[in-house]
């Protein structure tokens, strides 16, 4: 009875993950699990040798009747099933936690935005999914030897191209990317920035096969498409940590930053997300930050973009200003104007966080420091003290702290301004980190007061 309540339990929770890969909704997923659950009790009563026939109707399933009736009735080895769906898998990959998934499985988790593995829970370092062929290999002699027909890889399993051995019809599209004409250089560029979305694999490939420095020509195209889907090809491809260093290499910082700044909206918004993934490499954040107009660009970008550009704006600069000489180049750039006024904008969702989480960085930086001080932020912070999410003022009181701090003009401005009652407050009713924050000001307060 013991043994039937966890496997009860441990097919709920199967059906609840493939549920929601699937997108099915979870009250949906309660039901099945209900359903199944009541007819595997039922079918204890009954003859458990007698062999199921479960018909199939997808591709991913599909098979000849004797060749289901054989699998029907033969025991898979429990390696061979995949983790997710419980089926003899076709295409196994490995994970970066050493454990193998059927790649359409995994690859739909992932593309889900899971970011952890489904079996140990552990964070995935990386989202390559490396073929298993030895254990594909010993699927396929399994099969030979059980006389059941080898499961075939289906070509909707999201890396198609990959999965199909197609790699001359990715050759194809990236010569085409050179092609004299206008319409063949953009649709391939569509199509590459289609497949370069869809997986792990087609980035690799794509990238194999010459993509990026095709790509990084078309950023010129006078034809704004065309320059479109150039620059978001060049962004699909930098998910994966290798092209990144391809994509610098092929020249593609300065075009990029023409495009953000001369392209359409979407261009200049993807442009701009583009350069937030290249500088999650340390050494791309020098280079972006030292490429003349880049950091400018971002700028221009935060202050009167589209909200979705603004927020891409905001993204690459806050990564690009954890390197220290880049805080300097972005306050000479302008960006404390934005800022402030971001700080004043609760009609977009994330705004203020944003502008918050950018200047906690630009405040280490003496220079930096003196420059928020007389853009006159601090009032903006302390309204934020009295009436924002508490997230915000915790951020806030941590800036207004490293503000004050070894600072008696800036600390006399706080008091000035009737800091200690906010203050008071969010020592007492903040979070951890802002409670710290809140009575070290206070403290500052009183020492300057007893001066």
């Known amino acids: ?40 009790e039922n079918m204890r009563v009954t003859d458990s040798k007698k062999p199921v026939n479960v018909s199939q109707s997808s591709d991913e399933t599909k098979g000849s009747a004797e060749t289901q009736k054989k699998s029907d009735t033969v025991a898979i080895p429990e390696d061979f099933r995949c983790p997710i769906s419980l089926e003899l898998m076709r295409d196994p990959v490995i994970v970066s936690t050493g454990q193998t998934y059927e790649r359409a499985f995994i690859q739909r988790w992932i593309d889900c935005g899971n970011r952890t593995c489904p079996k140990t829970q552990q964070k995935l370092q990386n989202l390559t999914l490396t073929p298993n062929y030895v254990l594909r290999s010993l699927i396929l002699h399994w099969c030979e030897e059980k006389g059941i027909e080898p ?33 063949e250089r953009k649709s391939a560029a569509a199509e590459i920035r289609s497949l370069a979305k869809k997986s792990t694999d087609n980035r690799i490939l794509l990238a194999g096969s010459g993509a990026i420095p095709a790509l990084v020509k078309l950023l010129s195209s006078k034809d704004l498409k065309t320059q479109e889907h150039a620059v978001t090809s060049l962004l699909n491809l930098s998910i994966y940590d290798q092209n990144k260093e391809l994509i610098v290499v092929a020249g593609a910082i300065v075009p990029i930053i023409q495009v953000l700044r001369k392209g359409g909206m979407e261009a200049r918004e993807n442009a701009a997300a583009a350069i937030f993934s290249l500088s999650l490499i340390d050494d791309n954040k020098i280079t972006i930050g030292s490429t003349p107009g880049a950091i400018e660009a971002l700028v221009e970008l935060l202050q009167s973009g589209s909200p979705r550009g603004r927020k891409d704006a905001a993204t690459a600069l ?13 306050v000479r750039a302008g960006i404390l104007a934005p800022l402030i ?25 003496h220079e930096c420091k003196t420059a928020i001080a007389k853009a006159h932020a601090i009032p903006f912070l302390i309204d934020l003290l009295r009436s924002s999410q508490a997230r915000n003022k915790e951020n806030a009181a941590a800036i207004l702290l490293a503000l004050c701090k070894k600072d008696a003009e800036n600390l006399a401005c706080i008091g000035r301004l009737g800091a200690q009652i906010p203050l008071t407050e969010l020592s007492k009713t903040g979070t951890d980190r802002a409670k710290r924050k809140a009575t070290s000001l206070l403290d500052h307060l009183s020492k300057l007061q007893v001066l």
Not at 160 to 176: K, Q, S
Not at 318 to 330: E, G, M, P, S, T
Not at 343 to 348: A, G
């Open 1 to 40: 009875m013991e043994n039937l309540c966890n496997g009860h339990l441990e097919l709920q929770n199967i059906i609840i993950l493939v549920s929601e890969i699937s997108g099915v909704p979870k009250s949906d997923a309660e039901r099945l699990t209900s359903q199944l659950i009541e007819g595997l």
């Open 341 to 365: 006024q971001m700080l004043q904008d609760s009609s977009r969702n994330g705004a203020i966080d944003e502008a918050l989480t950018i200047l906690s960085v630009l405040v280490s930086h």
């Open 151 to 183: 499961p075939t890889r289906s070509k909707n399993d999201g890396s198609y191209l990959e999965v199909g051995g197609e790699r001359v019809a990715i050759e194809t599209l990236v010569r085409n990317l050179s092609s004299s004409s206008l319409d």
């Open 318 to 330: 806050f990564n690009l200003c954890i390197y220290q000489a880049n805080k300097v180049r972005a």
